[in-house]
């Protein structure tokens, strides 16, 4: 990998998304230049091109997905983190911006946090508050807890507080994930009834996963970015969720 494709990389891994104009005007050669890098940077799996556009690959991976639009992530993160009260007990679910989200928590807030993340907890490991991880059967690649044990587990632990990761969003169907058995632990957490907010950036609306999260009526809450489109942010409230916008400080 030569200096431009590792630049053409790292803006993708930032950015989440960039076009084949943008990467041809930062790097100042021609877009056919661009496209062979895309293609080459495509084949190694470092990257997925779409039509005029270059995005990371999915990954389970929670620190890989982390570095992209972690800024925004993180802003994300901050805002529910506002949303909890010293002394309260949360659960928080695998991703990303749930791992910055409890990584705030643990800076801020004298409070227990319940997960079923390895990667979460891992990451809390010296700070002073308590974490609680669920057990179960290990998924290596996104370091999370999965199965008939974990839904066990979750039923006899309690928290006022849910955030969750999701995959997609259509108005036909409401959240969807594209693991069945993590579907199935957050399934479990929607089952107690508590406040459950989707923490998520605005990339995942209008997509389409095979694994059914809710419905959605057990969902309270949607934190997600500007990005989201009016139409998206009406149907999201019509089906009786607050939604709130986090506007970023500095353009994604």
């Not at 058995?181 to 209008?206: P, Q, Y």
């Given at each position: 990998m030569n200096s431009r494709q590792q630049t053409i990389l790292q803006m993708v891994i930032e950015k989440g998304r960039v076009s084949v104009a943008e990467l041809a005007k930062t790097t100042g050669v021609s877009e056919v230049t661009i496209r062979q890098d895309l293609n080459t940077l495509e084949k190694q799996s470092y990257l997925r091109r779409t039509h005029g556009f270059a995005v990371p690959l999915e990954s389970d991976d929670v620190e890989t997905r982390m570095m992209s639009n972690f800024t925004l992530k993180r802003e994300l993160a901050q805002f529910a983190a506002s949303l909890v009260n010293p002394g309260e007990t949360v659960f928080i679910e695998n991703g990303s911006s749930n791992a910055l989200l409890a990584r705030t928590l643990a800076e801020l807030k004298d409070i227990t946090i319940i997960t079923v993340s390895g990667y979460i907890a891992h990451l809390l490991k010296d700070t002073a508050c308590e974490v609680i991880l669920l057990g179960g059967i290990y998924q290596k690649k996104s370091e999370s807890m999965v199965g008939p044990l974990t839904r066990q587990y979750v039923q006899q632990v309690h928290f006022s507080k849910a955030f969750i990761g999701i995959d997609g969003?259509?108005?036909?169907?409401?959240?969807?994930?594209?693991?069945?058995?993590?579907?199935?632990?957050?399934?479990?957490?929607?089952?107690?009834?508590?406040?459950?907010?989707?923490?998520?950036?605005?990339?995942?609306?209008?997509?389409l996963h095979s694994y059914t999260l809710g419905p959605i009526n057990q969902f309270s809450r949607v934190i997600t970015d500007e990005k989201l489109h009016p139409l998206l942010q009406a149907q999201l409230e019509q089906a009786g969720l607050i939604v709130n916008i986090v506007k970023t400080a500095s353009p994604q």
């Open positions: 969003w259509q108005p036909e169907t409401g959240f969807t994930g594209r693991d069945m058995m993590r579907a199935d632990v957050v399934n479990a957490v929607l089952e107690k009834g508590c406040e459950a907010i989707v923490l998520t950036d605005s990339s995942k609306f209008g997509a």
